[in-house]
């Protein structure tokens, strides 16, 4: 089976394409390296430097190849930036998506799985979150990744692309080997901006807010391992070969506070990692914990790596790190 995934060089992107090579599949990746980074993707590799915006480029790509089924990552994920330049994020993020699924759709590809995120559900109102929580996306970044659900449903409706979104929550750890990993710049995620500060590249961590309505008053999220994620999408893969189109949540169900984070890290790492208390972040929630039940019943699929190991990745990867 011949696998196109778009965004292979980026960090999920980049930890999937390396779970399909070891279990066998025949991988394409696709990726314009706005944001990727080419030493991610594995040698031996077959890739193709195309941006989606280009239809015609994009057509002429993927004829080339006996493609089976679409892994999408492709897109721009910082939320304060899509606040600050939303016309960015609808072009690269729905334009580029609606031309993928356009174009896949008249090559007769229809098997789609899509990288979505919890950010999604906004502020919502049952904890832990499952896929009956109303969508009530808040920023423009989560707007485009439901615009992009939508535009799936309707080709599904219409011309039976059959897709998986799956909307995962937080991202997190690196590697085993430690050969690839998180590398963004800037880095708006907080485990490695926590790294960072162990490794004296920050002066210290900031907390934004600490009196949430939470056992130690700071913001809990729930981490999950980029491998863990790069499992799931090769089970969304497997399920749609006879399976409907559907939404899973991607999530460990457990959370944990900033402070926790830190602390956590400050014990692996040995560093004393300062950290100062700012002011709250317009519109985060106090708790975000997936429920995920759905993922378990309908992928089979059970995380793998905890927090410990989730941070002892990425702590070896942030103080070796290749690119």
Sequence with gaps: MAILVTGGAGYIGSHTVRKLKEKGYDVVVLDNLSRGHIESIPENTRFEKVDLLNEQDLMNTIKKYPIDAVIHFAAFAYVGESVENPGLYYQNNVVGSFNL?????????????????CSIYGNPENIPISENELANPINPYARTKYMIENILNDFDTSHGLKYVALRYFNAAGDSDDGLIGESHDPEPHLIPLVLYTALGKR??????????????????????HVNDLADAHIRALDYLENGESTVINLGTGDGYSVKEIIDEARRITGEKIISEIVERRPGDPAVLIADNKKAKKILGWIPEYNLVRILETAWNWHKNQKY
């Excluded at 699924?101 to 995120?117: A, D, P, R």
């Excluded at 002066?203 to 999950?224: A, F, L, N, Q, W």
Aim: charged share 30%; glycine share 8%; proline share 3%.
């Design 101 to 117: 699924i356009k174009v896949i759709n008249e090559l007769g590809i229809k098997k789609f799985v899509f990288s979505s995120t």
């Design 203 to 224: 002066v210290s961590i900031k907390i934004y807010g600490d009196d949430y309505p939470t056992k130690d008053g700071t913001c809990i999220r729930d981490y999950i």
